[in-house]
Structure formats: C-alpha cells, structure tokens
C-alpha cells in the first residue's frame, strides 16, 4: 500500500515553455502532499506544501509564480513549471501523507530545459 | 534554524560488515524521525521510523535505528550489509512545532557501495 506515482517520469522542453507534473496517491486519500526538488548528489529541498482544496504554502525563496501547485482532488496534487529555464532543469519529487506522519514519495521527474 | 546532518556522505563497505550511519539534528523539541532509502533508479523508501516509545527501532531488510535524545541522533545501523544496500540512505526529521507546521527537515544523504 502507499504507493505515489507521478507522471512524466522524464521531460525535456525549449526554454519559455511550461510543464505540468502530476503526482497522484494511488491507493490512499491524501490530504496533504509535498514538492521537492533534488539537485544532482544533494539532498532533497521542500519547495511546498499542497493542500487539498487551499492554496500551497511555498519555502521560503521559491517562487510561488514560478512554480503554480493545484491540488484539485484527494488524490492529485499538480506542479507546473511556468516558463522553465534552463536553471529549472533539476530531479522533482512529490510525496503523500498518510494520516499518520509519515510521507510515501513519487518516483520523481527529470526536467531537462534547453 | 532546524537541520539535520549525515556526517558520512560516501561509505564503502564490503559484504558481511556491519554498518553505521550517523544522523544528527538541531531542533530542542519533540520529534519524528525517519531512515528513508533510495535505490539506484528508484524512488525513495521509507526503512524504519521512530515516534516514541523504544528508542531501538526496527525496521525493514535488517536495518534498525536508535534515538539518542541527549545527544540529538537517530543512527542506522545493520549488523551485515549485503550488495543489495548498495544506495543512498537520507535521513530526515519532522519537528512538532507549537505552530503545528508539518515538514520534513532531510539530511544530505549517504551514499553506501557494497562490494561484493
């Protein structure tokens, strides 16, 4: 059980473009999930916190512009990426909290913008 | 501000030694604390979590973890590691804030290679 998917697993777009990440619980109701974003042999760094039916709460330094998070439904929660750069290019990773504390992670996308 | 650190960030071990991985956070509250997993090509995995009760917890493929509060740690140890471990362990934390604001603090990670 808990398993976290998400979809694409790897993008590569033109610089200017927008991309949309979905992450969905597949086997649970999660009301909270999470965006990370991993950088090549670093750790992974909470961009924000979405909520089913409320606005995310974003990190601080991430721009909430940027990278637009709807959360639509118990079990899917959405990242766009809006105008990638090429410095947008990085491993990013959504998770689900189950009621308990703990949180199930996605197995991540690849953005490559050129 | 709260952080967590992984002092050991390349380990090299060879099958049957045992292992430890420290993990060392700075916040003077009540914590959840967590030993996630990551295979090569995989996604994270959550090996064993701690919320209270007996320090020693166990958790999955042999791994267990103890949390020492004086000292502020949550190490994860496996007696004989096999070339299956061969991955990279995070360790991260959940500080219960007054403020009751829900994340998780993560470690830079560990990268383990087994040899066989």
Redesign the interface.
Known sequence: GAV?SQHPSRVICKSGTSVKIECRSLDFQAT?M?WYRQFPK?????MA?SNEGSKATYEQGVEKDKFLINHASLTLSTLTVTSAHPEDSSFY?C?A?LA?????????TRLLVL | AQSVSQHNHHVILSEAASLELGCNYSYGGTVNLFWYVQYPGQHLQLLLKYFSGDPLVKGIKGFEAEFIKSKFSFNLRKPSVQWSDTAEYFCAVNPQTTSGTYKYIFGTGTRLKVLA
């Open positions: 976290v909270t999470f670093q750790s992974l760094m909470l916190t990773i998770s909290r308990s504390e703990t949180q199930y992670f996605g197995p991540g």
